[in-house]
């Protein structure tokens, strides 16, 4: 396993922090209100980290949330990847929970994430004192290990954090079994095509996947060879019902209509409303002048091939170049 876990942990919280939260921390999460939004305040606190010269630290994401009450909160999550225990972790929070309260002079929440293989190693608190003088932090921790104990659940789940979960550990349970971890590497990348997620958070969790199941370079090959099958397989399956389903409606509004022309107008016009959908699921709302380009469009052998050019593009703007030739 690779030793330096800060930028992916990092980007994968960052990219999807209230589903990291709500498999990790439920109780936390329902009490943010999620549709004020979540403000990233990452980069301006490792400066503060840098500029107090206490080495490196793996503060990876410190967002600015809202209540349910209307207050404000600043929310530091700790993710703690190391497969070792840390006798300096509880320090570490500490500090991290104190010069965040002196920066933003706001209440604070820090929480940490244990993706370690060490199931008895749960810190969840410092403490210190002095003739009298003493002071303790207490802050949430979720074990990784832990949470993988319900692995039909995550398996289940449609939250995209439960797959960078199972990722991690299977992990750790497959250091020294590298067929076993080929298998459970294959399995999580269908996963999010199995859920139906987009292509973006697709490519985001296996992009974390690859980076945490690491396999030789022949078994990486039989990895990268059987997903492509998949994908494609999967492509085909679906352009194939797209265009059974335009042409049933197509048949059901030619049979109201009575006529070969109302049958022929309406296999081409659920062939472009096939086309808005499949273009809308991939890449989001369509612009109002490609839903236009679509509409003027009479001819069905060009809407099926569009269909299969809207399944394989890369990007909106890639299909649209498809759609003026």
Request: hydrophobic share 40%; aromatic share 8%; glycine share 6%.
């Amino acid at each position: 396993m690779k030793t330096d876990y800060d930028s992916p942990w990092k980007d994968l919280l960052e990219s999807y922090f209230q589903a990291a939260l709500a498999l990790c921390f439920p109780a936390i999460a329902r009490r943010i209100d999620w549709s004020r939004g979540v403000q990233l305040l990452s980069k301006e606190f490792q400066k503060v980290v840098r500029r107090s010269e206490l080495g490196r630290r793996n503060v990876d994401v410190l967002v600015q949330v809202w209540s349910r009450a209307g207050e404000a909160r600043w929310v530091l999550l700790h993710v703690e990847v190391q497969a070792q225990r840390d006798p300096g972790f509880g320090r570490r929070m500490f500090d991290y929970y104190s010069r965040i309260c002196q920066r933003y002079q706001r209440p604070v929440l820090s929480m940490a994430i244990l993706a370690d293989g060490h199931r008895r190693w749960k810190p969840s608190r410092f403490q210190q004192g002095l003739w009298g003088c003493e002071v303790e932090l207490r802050f949430p921790v979720c074990k990784l290990l832990d949470l993988a104990r319900e692995e039909r659940r995550l398996l289940r789940s449609r939250n995209p954090f439960a797959i960078a979960v199972l990722a991690q550990v299977k992990a750790l349970e497959t250091r020294a079994a590298m067929r076993p971890r080929r298998a459970w590497k294959l399995r999580l990348a269908k996963l999010g095509h199995e859920r139906g997620y987009s292509r973006r958070v697709i490519l985001d969790l296996y992009s974390f996947v690859d980076w945490v199941m690491v396999l030789s370079a022949r078994l990486e090959r039989e990895v990268a060879a059987e997903i492509e099958a998949y994908e494609q397989a999967k492509r085909m399956r679906y352009i194939t019902n797209i265009e059974r389903l335009g042409l049933e409606r197509g048949r059901i509004k030619g049979r109201q209509e009575g006529r070969q022309e109302g049958r022929q107008e309406g296999r081409v016009q659920a062939l472009r409303e096939g086309l808005l959908d499949v273009l809308e699921a991939r890449f989001g709302p369509v612009p109002h002048t490609v839903r236009e380009r679509v509409e003027a469009l009479a001819d069905a052998t060009d809407l099926k091939r569009l269909h299969r050019e809207a399944a394989l593009a890369e990007s909106l703007a890639g299909f649209q170049t498809r759609l003026g030739n």
